[in-house]
């Protein structure tokens, strides 16, 4: 229901950006790639997990240099024919592309589950023995 609603937003707004029909697919480009770069650099996985913040961080810097050098871009080939249409259609991809990412990783996450289910668990009880001291009278 989502990703159709997703595609016929998607093409209702390709229609009536037909004029800017540039600045549309610049905003969809640079927003799929800028996103995605951040995706995969977000959720790398690491044997270290005080890594988490680092690997955030730098895909948000990656985030903006992308979208930064994109614009710049899309600008000095003028291509963008309008500003308000390019901004539009990134931001509109960009919600849509993150919510792609974001399924296709608990569709990965249900894989996983399924691969590796968990055959025979009981619990654990641990008792503690005490050692009663030994004391000798003579």
Do not use: C
């Not at 029909?21 to 977000?42: C, D, E, K, Q, R």
Request: aromatic share 14%; proline share 4%.
């Amino acid at each position: 229901m989502i990703f159709g609603l997703i595609i016929l937003l998607s093409i209702v707004a390709g229609i009536l950006s037909g004029e800017h029909f540039h600045s549309f697919m610049a905003g969809f480009g640079i927003a799929a790639v800028a996103i995605g770069t951040a995706y995969w650099l977000a959720f790398r996985t690491t044997r270290y997990p005080q890594l988490a913040l680092l690997m955030l961080l730098v895909a948000m810097v990656a985030k903006l240099v992308i979208t930064v050098t994109g614009v710049i871009w899309v600008v000095k080939a003028d291509l963008l024919s309008s500003p308000f249409v390019f901004s539009l259609s990134y931001l509109f991809f960009s919600i849509v592309v993150s919510y792609g990412y974001f399924k296709l990783r608990e569709y990965q996450m249900s894989i996983t589950e399924k691969r590796n289910p968990v055959i025979f668990a009981t619990p654990i009880k641990r008792t503690a023995t005490l050692i009663a001291p030994t004391t000798t009278t003579p």
